[in-house]
């Protein structure tokens, strides 16, 4: 008797807009692929693993001063860095 197993199963998820586009946003940075970087988060997740990656990307980045002309200052540290993905 031939047995045949799969290797991969096809799913389908619901993610809230916001967190897709943090999702494909960090992918882009990574050069990776969205199901690269959901397969590994979902191992690691599985695995019981902590990564480098998890813990520093829920800090709070602070983000430096652009200096300007004439002593101004454009400060982005308030910027609605998701936006730009919209």
Known sequence: ?????????????????HL?????ALAAVRGSSMKELIVRA???EV???TSNHLS????RVVFPLVHLRGRRELDL????????LT
């Open 42 to 44: 979902v191992e690691r």
């Open 56 to 59: 520093s990307s829920n800090r």
């Open 1 to 17: 008797m031939l047995l045949c197993y799969a290797t991969e199963v096809r799913t389908t998820i619901d993610l809230p807009d």
């Open 77 to 84: 540290s308030k910027f609605d860095w998701d936006d730009l």
């Open 20 to 24: 897709f586009r943090r999702t494909k």
């Open 47 to 49: 695995n019981g693993e």
